[in-house]
């Protein structure tokens, strides 16, 4: 298994509008080979902090959407969000492989 985690840190006033943004994303990511689960964390601690994690089967899995033009369009809708400020922050994105269950 493989784990992504793409985390940004917001004002904690605009915490919601990003977990809103989330709740009523595409889930095209959803139907790819491969693809296990999507979850969005907040940290319990730091409202503003939001966390995408997300499973694959394998690292070939995850980076045949991460090169797939569907990722591109996903991500180019990123810059279009109607808050600015949220659409220029840069996520802190980590990639881990499953050693143990």
């Not at 940290?43 to 569907?70: C, F, I, Q, R």
Request: without cysteine; glycine residues 2%.
């Amino acid at each position: 298994m493989y784990i992504v985690d793409s985390t940004v840190v917001v004002p904690e006033e605009k915490a919601d509008e990003l977990i809103e943004i989330y709740q009523n994303r595409s889930k095209s990511v959803d139907q790819w080979e491969g693809f296990r689960s999507f979850q969005l964390l907040q940290n319990d601690k730091k409202p503003g902090e939001l966390t995408v994690h997300m499973e694959w089967e394998s690292k070939a899995h995850y980076m045949k959407w991460a090169t797939s033009e569907e990722f591109q369009k996903i991500h180019e809708l990123e810059k279009n969000y109607p808050d600015k400020a949220l659409a220029n922050i840069p996520p802190k994105v980590k990639k881990f492989k499953v050693v143990a269950e």
